[in-house]
């Protein structure tokens, strides 16, 4: 993996320097789109379906296999290969979100607008396949709103090598902070200039242990579930309001840049 230089991001240097981020990482998935769409819902049947077709299992064992996989693994394709299935991430992904119904995401104009006045380096930050990403943000009306995006494949290349089998070969998401490494290292700016955007609290709790300043979206604010956040959104749309130190230094919240980087791995 190629890995850029620790420097500012695209924009100019003097757009930027009233601001405390030179990178912003999105999350996709209920984050740039409300949980309320309901794709979730899809994806986890999805999901049953693709083990009940590849486990043998019936509905209501499938059920308890997708909730167990995800609670000790992160995902269920990552529990399959532990467990010894020797599963192709394309064969994956072409059923769990090949069969999603993106027409239920609804275009986002206005998000639009907020993403195309950010002036810093503006990264999907996502576990899902590229092909996922492309026909969400095509959905959205958010094609060409991001410098690049960091997904599924870019975390795991050596998984689509033909000598990769099951059994030598992990998975890499979040909120491993692997997967933090991998965004930093492509987006080649200092963690403490990076700002964080997920609507996972696991995700959350790894992006402020790798260093960079958190937000978590679509949940309210809750001392007892966002400890880790160090700003909570309802809604992606918020973001300027809530964080105008992204545009300027004016009403500037506590830098980034006072929290040390800790790259070792975490529990989380």
């Not at 064969?91 to 979100?97: E, I």
């Not at 992990?170 to 700016?189: D, Q, R, T, W, Y």
């Amino acid at each position: 993996m190629e890995c850029r230089g620790v420097t500012g991001c695209n924009s100019s240097s003097s757009s930027l320097s009233d601001s405390p981020f030179d990178c912003i990482l999105f999350d996709l998935d209920d984050t740039l789109y409300s949980s309320d769409v309901g794709i979730g819902r899809f994806l986890r049947k999805n999901i049953e379906e693709f083990l009940m077709k590849t486990c043998g299992k019936t509905a209501e064992e499938a059920c308890a296999l997708r909730a167990e996989l995800f609670r000790n693994y992160g995902s269920s394709l990552t529990g399959l290969r532990a467990l010894g299935h020797d599963i192709h991430p394309d064969d994956y992904h072409s059923y769990v979100h090949g069969r999603l119904p993106y027409d239920a995401i609804p275009s986002n104009p206005l998000l639009r607008d907020l993403l195309q006045s950010i002036p810093q380096r503006k990264i999907i930050f996502t576990n899902s396949d590229r092909e996922h990403a492309r026909r969400a943000l095509e959905r959205l009306g958010l094609v060409g709103c991001f410098d690049d995006i960091i997904c599924f494949e870019t975390m795991n290349p050596n998984l689509f090598s033909s000598s990769v089998s099951s059994s030598s070969s992990g998975v890499v998401l979040k909120p491993s902070i692997a997967a933090f490494e991998v965004a930093l290292c492509i987006s080649g700016v200092h963690p403490q200039r990076t700002l964080f955007l997920d609507d996972n609290e696991k995700n959350i709790a790894a992006g402020k242990a790798a260093g960079l300043y958190t937000t978590l979206v679509g949940k309210k604010k809750n001392p007892m579930m966002t400890s880790d956040a160090d700003c909570v959104l309802s809604d992606i749309l918020e973001l300027r309001r809530e964080m105008p130190e992204i545009w300027s230094a004016a009403g500037k919240k506590n830098p980034p840049g006072e929290m040390d980087a800790v790259f070792s791995p975490v529990e989380v």
